[in-house]
Every structure is written in structure tokens, then in C-alpha cells.
């Protein structure tokens, strides 16, 4: 069982920077890929980006490729996304999920998730 918990959102002007991180418990963090995700208002949730296990792959949506940073520090049991340059379009709340394998398949499944924490850009 692992257990998740986001924090670092907040309100932000639009070019501005924010950093999430997700806290995990258990001791077996370290075995897992983490993924970010984040859902708008009247949308679904959509996946942003993946980091494996060991920090040596990783992935982004299209979106926030060049934008956003996502690392893992395991002896700390936490999963970061640096958030650069931030749009209007970027609002939403943002979640961490946990999997056993890293895939960059957008629509794998998850086995735990984080109950999120919201981000607010401001034009």
C-alpha cells in the first residue's frame, strides 16, 4: 500500500513558477513509477508526465514538454514537478499516482493516487 500526499499548489500569475511535491509513505516508493496528472474544470483528468523508478526515463505530454520538470528523490520518498512559465490553460488540480512499471502510455492504469492539490494561473 502507498499512500500519497500532494502539496504546493497555489495561485500564480501567468509566466510565473510553481513546485509541486508529492509525499509518499510506506517503504516502497522506491519500486514504483510515479506519474502526474491534473484535471480542469469540465474536463477529464489527463496524464502530464512519468517518471521511472530510478529517475533514468521519463515523460511529458506535449503540453508542458520544455515547461515542466518532474524528479523523484527516493531516500526522501518524494516526486517533484517544477512548473515553469506557467499558462492560464495550466489551472487545474494536479494529482500524483503511483504504478509498479513505468509505462509513457498516457492511459495506463494506476494503482494509487493522491487526493491533489489545486494550481491557479492568473492571466
Known amino acids: 500500500q502507498v499512500q500519497l500526499v500532494e502539496s504546493g499548489g497555489g495561485l500564480v500569475q501567468a509566466g510565473g513558477s510553481l513546485r509541486l511535491s508529492c509525499a509518499a509513505s510506506?517503504?516502497?516508493?522506491?519500486?514504483?513509477?510515479m506519474g502526474w496528472f491534473r484535471q480542469a474544470p469540465g474536463r477529464g483528468r489527463e496524464f502530464v508526465a512519468v517518471?521511472?523508478?530510478?529517475?533514468?526515463?521519463?515523460s511529458y505530454t506535449d503540453s508542458v514538454n520544455g515547461r515542466f520538470t518532474i524528479s523523484r528523490d527516493n531516500p526522501k520518498n518524494t516526486v517533484y514537478l517544477q512548473m515553469n512559465s506557467l499558462k492560464p490553460e495550466d489551472k487545474a488540480v494536479y494529482y500524483c499516482?503511483?504504478?509498479?512499471?513505468?509505462?509513457?502510455?498516457?492511459?495506463?492504469?494506476?494503482?494509487?493516487w493522491g487526493q491533489g492539490t489545486q494550481v491557479t494561473v492568473s492571466s
Open positions: 499516482a503511483a504504478r509498479s512499471a513505468f509505462s509513457n502510455n498516457v492511459y495506463a492504469p494506476y494503482d494509487y
Open positions: 510506506g517503504r516502497t516508493f522506491s519500486s514504483h513509477a
Open positions: 517518471i521511472s523508478q530510478s529517475g533514468g526515463m521519463i
